[in-house]
């Protein structure tokens, strides 16, 4: 049985309904027509700073020894074509499968070697000498950490 007061009821019931379905597809409009491609990008990770790309390991490499070895912009730009050279070399093996692990790892020393020895020849006497300083304290460097390491038992 509908009385008026049911009648009354039931309208305003369906009017609440109806505004509270317009206010959610209003609400969720701007979020269906945003751009997949312009979503946030996930937040760096502790260590970006130290990973490959663009600000990556790379340029922060090249800022440090810019700046300790007092670089001029010419030897920047020169150093900077190498690394990036180096790079595209490294990545190329990267993705060769056909080539054993072994042999890939002697084609990525031999590329280091080749790097190292273009970037000597971009220094002066005086930078080369604090270059290779700088490398020697990498090289003791990494070395303790490896020798601290905890190393994994075999399986």
Known sequence: ?????????????RHALCAVL???GIAATPMLAQDPSAQAQPAPTPHAQWQGG?????DMYMHHMAKA????EDQKTQIKAIQEGGRQQMMALHE?????KEAKREKMMAFHQEQEAKIKAVLTAEQLTKYEAMQ????????AHQASAPTTPAA
């Open 1 to 13: 049985m509908n009385t008026p007061l049911t009648a009354r009821k039931s309208t305003t019931f």
């Open 22 to 24: 317009v206010a959610a």
């Open 54 to 58: 663009p600000h990556g390991r790379g």
């Open 69 to 72: 070895l007092n670089l001029t």
């Open 96 to 100: 060769d499968t056909s080539t054993p």
């Open 136 to 143: 020697q304290k990498m090289k003791e460097r990494r070395a």
